[in-house]
């Protein structure tokens, strides 16, 4: 799989598919038995050199035999499985986990582990393995999502850094010119993107702390969805790249003044561009907060699994006291935010410059749906958005929708 798709599985939350059907090939023996080895999963990165690196760990690794299975292919539908089986799986990474199945025991309450250094995990990163006031995972490593721009195209147009919604429409209609377009959101217009993160920087978000109410009927994210359907229409928007937005190719090239982009990209940002690059959080609408998207994997232990403290030893050791693996893993193979502070205090290549502004706009406005905005509701909303962003549909009225839609989901959640 190439790091392309492996970072758009990642944000698209995909991986939360329920199968219970045990997958043919499953190795019967694995994970089963008091004494045998700890079966740790992982899914198959793009980065050259991950899984040499992690072979590496798990040889260096005395106090316990560590089974390592590479899955290619639809990981979560492995994974899920086997933990509906309550066999083949002891340790594992995940990007997103579910309420119902937290709640049926297929994963281990791992709070006592994460507790005691609570607070030095990346705030946002705990919400993801948050379930009725238990931790079900140690976050990994953060991804984040935000706006990168072009000063020297700022500058050209004397456009400044957008502080509003509104503002980043006008940029990106200054910035729009013969040679570049002015921003990229995707290739589908933006709908996807606008959908995930702009109802966050709205007043209310879309759920509030407590996991119990959905807030999409703000005048003000109705009216920054209206505008977003003019912003589409108005030529300003780059579509039709040769790659998406998790791609920097087309911004790299110049093709784009601002685009949407990932932080994995900026050591290729920063090897073709030098100081001409920037970035800054979605804007506040008014009342609302700014927003910096965040995806993560976390390292999780199977509930059924016959060897579960054996398990989290093994899970604490990885991610919470090797410091140097955590920096090694997140900037080596890749370029991600180690969520424990100690890992992002040394990490040298996050400590300056671009990376070092993100990782405090993350440290900041970092935000995530969390397992209590599951991927149906996110469905729910991405059509909405995608009606009123691409067809010009009636904002209030469809937004209206989606909230009842998806407050009868989360309902069936408490």
């Not at 397992?371 to 059509?383: C, R, W």
């Amino acid at each position: 799989m190439t790091s392309q798709k492996r970072r758009k599985l990642a944000v698209t939350a995909a991986l939360l598919s329920a199968s219970a059907l045990l997958i043919s090939g499953c190795s019967s023996g694995a994970g089963g038995g008091a004494d045998g080895p700890i079966t740790q999963f992982y899914h198959q990165y793009g980065e050259d050199g991950v899984q040499d690196a992690v072979n590496r760990w798990a040889d260096d690794y005395k106090d316990a035999k560590i089974d390592l299975q590479w899955v290619e292919g639809d990981y979560a539908q492995r994974v899920n499985a086997l933990l509906a089986s309550g066999r083949g799986v002891d340790l594992f990474e995940y990007n997103a986990i579910n309420v119902e199945a937290a709640r049926q025991g297929q994963y281990a309450d791992m709070t006592d582990i994460v507790e005691p250094v609570k607070d030095d995990i990346l705030p946002i990163a705990l919400k993801p393995v948050t379930i009725d006031g238990k931790y079900y995972g140690i976050p990994m490593i953060t991804d984040a999502q935000l706006f990168v721009y072009r000063p020297s195209m700022f500058k050209e147009a004397g456009v400044e850094v957008p502080k509003t919604w509104d503002e980043l429409v006008e940029a990106a209609k200054k910035l729009t010119n013969a040679d570049h377009k002015g921003l990229f959101l995707g290739n589908d217009g933006g709908a996807g993107i606008l959908a995930a993160n702009l109802p966050p920087a709205a007043p209310g978000g879309i759920i509030n702390d407590e996991n119990t109410k959905v807030s999409l009927d703000s005048p003000q994210l109705a009216d920054a969805l209206t505008s977003a359907h003019d912003l589409y229409d108005s030529g300003s928007l780059l579509m039709g790249a040769p790659t998406d937005w998790w791609d920097p190719t087309s911004f790299i090239a110049g093709d784009v003044a601002i685009s949407w982009q990932g932080l994995w990209a900026i050591p290729a940002l920063k090897k073709a561009l030098g100081d001409d690059v920037g970035a800054f959080a979605v804007p506040a609408l008014e009342g609302g907060q700014p927003i910096v998207g965040v995806s993560q994997w976390n390292e999780m232990v199977a509930g059924k699994s016959g060897k579960i403290e054996k398990a989290k030893e093994i899970a604490k050791k990885q991610w919470i006291d090797d410091t140097d693996w955590q920096i090694e893993f997140s900037t080596k193979y890749g370029f991600h935010i180690p969520p424990l502070k100690s890992a992002r205090e040394q990490a040298k290549s996050l400590g300056d410059g671009i990376a070092k502004d993100i990782v405090d706009l993350t440290t900041e406005y970092g935000w995530t749906g969390g397992p209590y905005y599951t991927p149906a509701m996110s469905t729910a909303l991405t059509d909405a958005v995608n009606r009123i962003v691409v067809e010009g549909a009636d904002a209030k009225s469809e937004l209206a929708a989606a909230q009842t839609t998806m407050q009868g989901m989360l309902d069936a959640l408490q």
